[in-house]
């Protein structure tokens, strides 16, 4: 009894206690200045953010030093891309022709962009005419379904240093064949690699093709089928062209390319081998 007299005391007392009059505004503005503390916070955050942006804008137009920093970032600087530039294609009565036509964007030598792109645009309209021309001269002679063209490019690599890429042209008529044009891209000094300009001086030709003899040898040793015209009298390979085509690989590595039947019987196809660095490296001395 005395408990339950007790406990009935207490929440009398409790329901006694007066309210203050101000206490909704005294919640209310907490409340309020908890959202204002917030908003100040989130808005001094993006500020801060938005300054920062302006910082580094400025500085990219103020300091050309800062930029040309930026342009060394390979995501940043060296945004080079290939794209297809343009398709030719004949599919009629068992002609079937189809040629893509790469085109190079973003290089900062605008005239080494241009030169190239016109010259992947008139290679593709020169083999698209040659193509036309040997289909009227076969549908004149009555031969309907003989022939086959295909013209496509590939990215052999592409790093901060260069980009290789590669046009393959096959043909069939009976016979088939395919051939390559290579394009290396010095994307640091915005030039074309060549042979000749990255061994000037030296006797690259004779060494490379020392080196090419010896693996072709090598390769002959571990398998008798992979057979080259190296010891035969007629067509015998003595050495590479001045501008034999080539890429470099994703390794740093030159590789020297051939095409079908130019070292080799046509069953090895397109031949290529790559010349290990302490050869370059002696070359560029």
Known sequence: MKKNNKLENLKKNYNNIEIPDRLNDVVNDALNGNQKKYKRSRIA????????????????????????????????????KIINFKNYSVNENGYDVSIEVPKVEGLKDKDLEYKLNKEFEAEGEKLYDEYLNEIKDLKELGEEGRKYGKSWYEVLNENDDVLSLVIYNYYAQGSSNTTRKFYNIDKKNQTVLTLEGMFKGSDYVDVISKNIISQMKERTKKNQEDTYWIDGEMDNFKKIKKDQGFYINDKGELVICFDKYEVAPGSSGLVEFVIPNNVTKQLMK
Do not use: H, K, Y
Request: proline share 6%; hydrophobic share 55%.
């Open 45 to 80: 955050r993006w500020s801060s953010v938005a300054a920062s942006i302006c910082v580094v804008i400025g500085a990219v137009n103020l300091s050309p030093a800062f930029a040309s920093t930026l342009e060394d970032i390979p995501v940043i600087g060296n945004m080079i």
